[in-house]
Nanobody, 124 residues
Framework: QVQLVESGGGLAQPGGSLRLSCRAT????????MAWYRQAPGEERVLVAK???????KYSDSVVGRFSISVDNALNSVSLQMNNLKPEDTAVYFC??????????????????WGHGTQVTVSS
């Protein structure tokens, strides 16, 4: 059983900073990628940033230059440093990972896993 546990988030003023962290635990063989998505009220969940095992990163155009993702493959963890926050960054942020996990049969299976989400509110 694989679980993603998120921490961080909260309230920040415009122009401020917050840091989100997420760690995957369980019967993990290897983490292929880890990412952060966000979902604002009444909107779809969208990708914010993604990092792969090979070191590739991808960002939404709306956060380029302000957010930075860091993946620690050894610890199966990911963090998102959010700087120069704007009110439009307000959303629930979800950690997501593509993980190769051990199956009860002794093999492996790659599947996406999600955290429960953490609220980020940017307001003066």
């Amino acid at each position: 059983q694989v679980q993603l546990v998120e921490s961080g988030g909260g309230l920040a003023q415009p122009g401020g900073s917050l840091r989100l962290s997420c760690r995957a635990t369980g019967d993990i063989y290897e983490t292929y990628s880890m990412a952060w998505y966000r979902q604002a009220p009444g909107e779809e969940r969208v990708l914010v940033a993604k990092g792969t095992k090979g070191g590739t990163t991808k960002y939404s155009d709306s956060v380029v230059g302000r957010f930075s993702i860091s993946v620690d493959n050894a610890l199966n963890s990911v963090s998102l440093q959010m700087n120069n926050l704007k009110p439009e960054d307000t959303a629930v942020y979800f950690c997501q990972a593509e993980i190769i996990a051990w199956t009860p049969q002794g093999g492996t299976s790659i599947d996406p896993y999600w955290g429960h989400g953490t609220q980020v509110t940017v307001s003066s």
